[in-house]
C-alpha cells in the first residue's frame, strides 16, 4: 500500500461547473482529498472563478473562457451551460496538454480528473471521474425523461434534453461520485447504479465531512449571526432562494407581508438582482420595515451553513437545491419547501413525502398561505413531528460520516481506486 505522504506527487484536476452549487461541493471534495495526501488543482473559469484565499495549499489554474454577454444575461441554464462547453473545451484542453508537458517524465503527474458532470469536454486520455453535485433521486427521474418524453409525456425544449443528455452521460469515466450518503439515498443508488458499469461513491455531505475555508462567490454578511445570537432557540424561520432562483415584485411583496403577518422573527436573503426590476430590496412594500423592526433581519447574502447550524433557526423556507437541501437536513432543520425549476422539484418531493421532513408550499404565492406554512412548521404539532425526524437524520448522518460510517467508508476506498488507476 501506497504511503500518505507518497500521495503528494499524485496530482488530481478538478474541473467545477461555474456556479454556487456546483463549485462548493467541488471545493469541499478537493479539502477531503487533499486531506488524504493529494495535491490539488482547480481548473476553473474566470467567470463566477472561486476566490483562491481560502486555500491556499491548491493550485488554481485559469481556463479562459468567453461567455457571450447575451448568453449569460439570457437566464437560459441549458444555453448558458451548452455555451460554456462549447467556449471551454479548446482552452481547458490547452491547459490540461501543457499541464502533461511540463511534467514530462517527472513523478509529479495528473493521476485523475474529476469533473462535473455538466463540464462535459474530452480529458485527453487522461483517467477520470464524473461528480455528481445533485441528487441520485434526481438523476433516476433525468433517466426516465428521454422515454416519457418520446411517448409525449414531457414536451421540454431540445436545449434542455441535451442538458439532460449530457448529466447522464458518463463517457469514459472510471466512477461516478455522489455528494449523499446511504442514509438518505441507498437504494435510490442500487436501483441507478443498474444503468451503469462504473462504481458510485456516495462521500457526503461533503460540507461535514471536509468542511472547506468560505466557498462563497458573493460575500458572507456574518452580522446575522449576531442577531441571530438575540432569538429564542428554534424560533427563527430562515429564508433564501439560493444563488438562481429569481421572484417578481408581487411575489416579494406576498412573501415579505406573508413573513410579517406570521409573528415569527426571520432572517431572509435577498440576494441582490434576485427581484426582478430591481437592484436589491427597493420594491419592498410600504410599511414592511415598520412593521418587522423587531421580527425581522434582511441580508444580502448569509453564511448559511453557519446560519443552519445555529441553536435559534427552526426551520428554513428554501427552493430545495441540492446543496441546501443537505445543509439543512444535516442540521435537523425542516423546511418549507418551494420549488422553482429542474432538480429542486424531486428535491421537495422526497423532503416531503420519502423523508417527511418538509412541507411544500405549492400555487401562486400568497401571503395568507404563506403566514399559515410558517406557523404550521415553526409553531403547530406537525412542525415539531418534522423537527424530530430532521434531527433523526442529522444523528444517522453525523454516524455516516465517522469512522465505520458509510461515506467515510466510501472515501477510502475512493482514495484506493484513485490510487490504482
Ligand atoms: N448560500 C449561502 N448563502 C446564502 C444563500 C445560499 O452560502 O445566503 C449557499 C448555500 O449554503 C448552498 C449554495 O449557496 O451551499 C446554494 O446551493 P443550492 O444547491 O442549494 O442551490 P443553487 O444556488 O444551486 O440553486
Given at each position: ?233 428554534d424560533?427563527?424561520v ?24 406570521s409573528?415569527q ?49 427552526g426551520g428554513f423556507w ?14 435537523g432543520v425542516p423546511m418549507i419547501c ?13 423532503l416531503c413525502h420519502?423523508w417527511r421532513v418538509g412541507l411544500e408550499l405549492e ?6 398561505e404563506i403566514e399559515q406554512a410558517v406557523r404550521r412548521l415553526m409553531v403547530e404539532e406537525e412542525g415539531k413531528e418534522m423537527r424530530l425526524r430532521a434531527a433523526a ?29
Amino acid at each position: 500500500m501506497e504511503e500518505r505522504g507518497q500521495r503528494s506527487n499524485r496530482r488530481l484536476v478538478l474541473v467545477p461547473c461555474p456556479f454556487q452549487g456546483h463549485i462548493t461541493p467541488m471545493l469541499n471534495l478537493g479539502s477531503l482529498l487533499h486531506s488524504k495526501g493529494f495535491s490539488i488543482v482547480i481548473a476553473h473559469t474566470n467567470f463566477n472563478h472561486p476566490d483562491p484565499s481560502g486555500f491556499p495549499n491548491f493550485t488554481f489554474a485559469s481556463i479562459p473562457d468567453c461567455l457571450p454577454k447575451d448568453v449569460l444575461s439570457s437566464g437560459d441554464a441549458a444555453a448558458l451551460f451548452a455555451s460554456l462547453n462549447t467556449n471551454c473545451e479548446g482552452p481547458l484542453y490547452q491547459v490540461l496538454s501543457d499541464m502533461v508537458e511540463k511534467d514530462g517524465a517527472t513523478e509529479n503527474k495528473i493521476s485523475c480528473v474529476i469533473y462535473d458532470t455538466l463540464m462535459y469536454s474530452h480529458y485527453m486520455k487522461l483517467p477520470s471521474m464524473a461528480l455528481r453535485t445533485g441528487s441520485i433521486s434526481n438523476q433516476l427521474v433525468f433517466s426516465e425523461l428521454p422515454q416519457l418524453r418520446k411517448e409525449g409525456y414531457f414536451p421540454s425544449k431540445e436545449p434542455m434534453m441535451q442538458l439532460i443528455a449530457t448529466i447522464l452521460d458518463i463517457r469514459t469515466s472510471s466512477a461516478i461520485l455522489w455528494n449523499t450518503a446511504d442514509c438518505l439515498e441507498k437504494q435510490l443508488s442500487n436501483q441507478l447504479q443498474k444503468q451503469y458499469s462504473v462504481p458510485f461513491f456516495l462521500l457526503g455531505p461533503l460540507h461535514k465531512v471536509a468542511p472547506a475555508s468560505s466557498t462563497s462567490i458573493l460575500e458572507e454578511e456574518t452580522d446575522c449571526l449576531l442577531w441571530l445570537d438575540k432569538q429564542a432557540d428554534d424560533s427563527v424561520v430562515y429564508v433564501s432562494l439560493g444563488s438562481m432562483v429569481s421572484m417578481d415584485e408581487g411575489e416579494f411583496a406576498e412573501t415579505a407581508w406573508g413573513l410579517a403577518n406570521s409573528g415569527q422573527p426571520f432572517l431572509w436573503v435577498v440576494r441582490p438582482g434576485s427581484v426582478r426590476g430591481s437592484e436589491w430590496i427597493e420594491l419592498l412594500p410600504g410599511g414592511f420595515k415598520e412593521a418587522t423592526q423587531e421580527t425581522g433581519c434582511l441580508v444580502r447574502w448569509a453564511p448559511q451553513k453557519d446560519v443552519l447550524a445555529h441553536r435559534a433557526v427552526g426551520g428554513f423556507w428554501t427552493h430545495c437545491g441540492w446543496n441546501s437541501t443537505l445543509e439543512s437536513i444535516s442540521e435537523g432543520v425542516p423546511m418549507i419547501c418551494r420549488p422553482c425549476f429542474m432538480d429542486q422539484n424531486v428535491n421537495a418531493r422526497y423532503l416531503c413525502h420519502v423523508w417527511r421532513v418538509g412541507l411544500e408550499l405549492e400555487g401562486d404565492l400568497d401571503q395568507k398561505e404563506i403566514e399559515q406554512a410558517v406557523r404550521r412548521l415553526m409553531v403547530e404539532e406537525e412542525g415539531k413531528e418534522m423537527r424530530l425526524r430532521a434531527a433523526a437524520f442529522k444523528d444517522q448522518i453525523e454516524l455516516s460520516i465517522r469512522k465505520g460510517g458509510s461515506s467515510h467508508a466510501a472515501i477510502e476506498e475512493l482514495v484506493n481506486l484513485i490510487i490504482s488507476l
